[in-house]
């Protein structure tokens, strides 16, 4: 059974970094695509960075936030810089069958993690 479990989040000042993790099992994260979507309250869950052959970003944090995998340790990484309040939100690790990624969709992802709350304080 496939599992995602997030870790890394927290309360940061604005302006500060975070780095959050997604440790993998029953499931070989250099195979296929996966990614990071938050979701702050009262608002849709978004799409924010995902990666397979390439990296994709959404324009909010491009330029701050940086997808990688480490094959290795079979775990999704999400660095974040320059975070700002509006960043806050819960994070959510997913992942899918596919080595492609096709987009933010959230139903095109076959698995997802139970979230790691970042709060970026002004």
């Known amino acids: 059974q496939v599992r995602l479990v997030e870790s890394g989040g927290g309360s940061v000042q604005a302006g500060g970094s975070l780095r959050l993790s997604c440790a993998a099992s029953?499931?070989?994260?250099?195979?296929?695509?996966m990614a990071w979507f938050r979701q702050a309250p009262g608002k849709e869950r978004e799409g924010v960075a995902r990666?397979?052959?390439?990296?994709i970003y959404a324009d909010s944090v491009k330029g701050r936030f940086t997808i990688s995998k480490d094959n290795a340790k079979n775990t999704l990484n999400l660095q974040m810089g320059s975070l700002k309040p509006e960043d806050s939100a819960m994070y959510y690790c997913?992942?899918?069958?596919?080595?492609?990624?096709?987009?933010?969709?959230?139903?095109?992802?076959?698995?997802w993690g139970q979230g790691t709350q970042v709060t970026v304080s002004s």
């Open positions: 990666i397979s052959s390439v990296t």
């Open positions: 997913a992942a899918t069958r596919e080595p492609w990624c096709y987009g933010w969709g959230p139903h095109r992802y076959n698995y």
């Open positions: 029953e499931y070989t994260v250099s195979n296929y695509c």
